[in-house]
């Protein structure tokens, strides 16, 4: 099994309001990238996401945490999802800092 890939972004804007911006931003990205990628599960229990995804017809699933000063997501890919596992890590990383850039 591959290894998961992981992406740690930090932040400035404490647990609530990181929470509340990327539950409300992740819609934005849906749209934006819904021609490539399918959320076949999202649920949301506090500052913690579970999901899983359909990319180009494979499924992925992950975990997102959310804390005080930082975003950890994990995401488990499939064996063919994998060539392209640095491109996905440098895309979440890019999103989720605009998500949560002070504003």
Known sequence: MPQPITVSIPHRLGQAEATRRLQ?????????????????????????????????G????????????AVHLEVQLP??????????????DRQGRILLEKK
């Open 79 to 92: 064996w063919l999802l994998h060539v392209v596992a640095e491109k996905a890590k440098a895309l979440i």
């Open 24 to 56: 409300t931003g992740l819609s934005s990205v849906r749209s934006r990238f819904g021609d490539k990628l399918t959320v076949m599960e999202e649920t949301w229990t506090g500052p913690h996401l579970d999901f899983r995804v359909a990319v180009m």
């Open 58 to 69: 494979q499924q992925a699933s992950g975990r997102l945490d959310v804390v005080e000063d």
